[in-house]
Structure formats: structure tokens, C-alpha cells
């Protein structure tokens, strides 16, 4: 099964975009800087996104990098600046440096070790299996839109936050 799916050019797509998702999210956990964090936490995205559309569903692929990365991740970007954030002067990465590659060392030997378990795919499309964008969209719009409304809610009120924050620590600072 591993074999197929290097051999074929979605396989070895998926193969390089997903250990993209899985670098550009180690990379996001032990950078220090904010602004490297968003970029990483862009990446991984990004690579999440293409993998959704080799697998197939298109939808939620687009719904990856429009929603998230386009409005989401721009507007965690705009904070970031609006927060004046200065670059850290110490040391690049943070101390969960080792710890974090090795539990990435670890992380990636069990995918190793349970692709080479599993047993051979079904022959078919993955997307093939249902997930069109009716069946998303009606289950989205009569279960879960509430959860959506819910964390456009929580990312304002953590911009008025982190603005408070920064109100109170400037007055510190000058007074």
C-alpha cells in the first residue's frame, strides 16, 4: 500500500504537504516570536488545505484556506501588529525546543509504524465517500452554527483583551 501510494504523484503530494502540516506545526510550538508563530500556524493551513483537496473534498479544502487562513489568520496577524509586539531578545526558539522534536520523533515513528500495519485501502476516491457540499452544508447550517458564531465571539473578545492588556501595561510603563 505504501509503495502505491508513493508511486502515484496525489500520493507523493500528500506525503510532502502533510509533513508539511506536521514541521510547520512543531516549528509553531517552540518559536518564540508572535509574528513566526502566525506564519507557521499560516503554513500549516495552507498544507492542511491541500491536503483536504488531494483527498478529495474540495469544499472543506476551500473552506480551509478562505475562512482560516484568509479571514482568521489575517486577523490574528492584525492583532499581532496592533499589539506592537517587539521581537524577543533572547534566545530563537523557546526551552520546549527538545522536547517538542522529540515527542515530533515519536509522533511521526507511530504514523510510520501504523501505515505500515494498516491494512490495504479500498479500491475508490475518498472524496467519493458522501461529502459533497449539501450534505455539508445542511449539516454545518443545522448543527454547528452556533459553534461558528460562538468563536467569531471569543477571537473579539480576545483582541479587546489583549488591547486592555496593553492599555494597562503602557500606563505601568508611563505613570
Not at 504523484?9 to 504537504?17: A, N, V
Not at 508572535?34 to 488545505?49: E, N, Q
Not at 496577524?77 to 525546543?97: C, K, N, Q, Y
Not at 458522501?130 to 471569543?154: D, K
Request: glycine share 10%; with cysteine.
Amino acid at each position: 500500500m505504501t509503495g502505491a501510494l508513493l508511486q502515484s504523484l496525489d500520493g507523493l503530494l500528500l506525503l510532502l504537504f502533510g509533513t508539511g502540516a506536521l514541521a510547520a506545526a512543531a516549528l509553531m510550538i517552540v518559536s518564540r516570536q508572535p509574528m513566526r508563530v502566525a506564519m507557521a500556524l499560516i503554513t500549516t493551513m495552507v498544507c492542511l488545505g491541500v491536503v483536504y483537496g488531494l483527498l478529495g473534498v474540495h469544499f472543506i479544502a476551500a473552506f480551509q484556506v478562505l475562512i482560516y487562513v484568509g479571514a482568521v489568520m489575517v486577523f490574528m496577524v492584525f492583532v499581532i501588529m496592533l499589539l506592537d509586539v517587539r521581537e524577543a531578545t533572547g534566545p530563537r526558539f523557546s526551552s520546549l525546543l527538545w522536547p517538542g522534536l522529540i515527542g515530533f520523533a515519536l509522533l511521526l515513528g507511530a504514523i510510520v509504524i501504523s501505515i505500515w500495519r494498516t491494512l490495504p485501502a479500498p479500491v475508490g476516491n475518498i472524496g467519493q465517500q458522501g461529502y459533497g457540499i449539501a450534505s455539508f452544508s445542511a449539516t454545518f447550517l443545522n448543527q454547528y452554527w452556533l459553534h461558528f458564531e460562538l468563536t467569531s465571539v471569543l477571537l473579539v473578545a480576545a483582541v479587546v483583551a489583549a488591547l486592555a492588556v496593553i492599555k494597562v501595561s503602557r500606563r505601568a510603563h508611563h505613570g
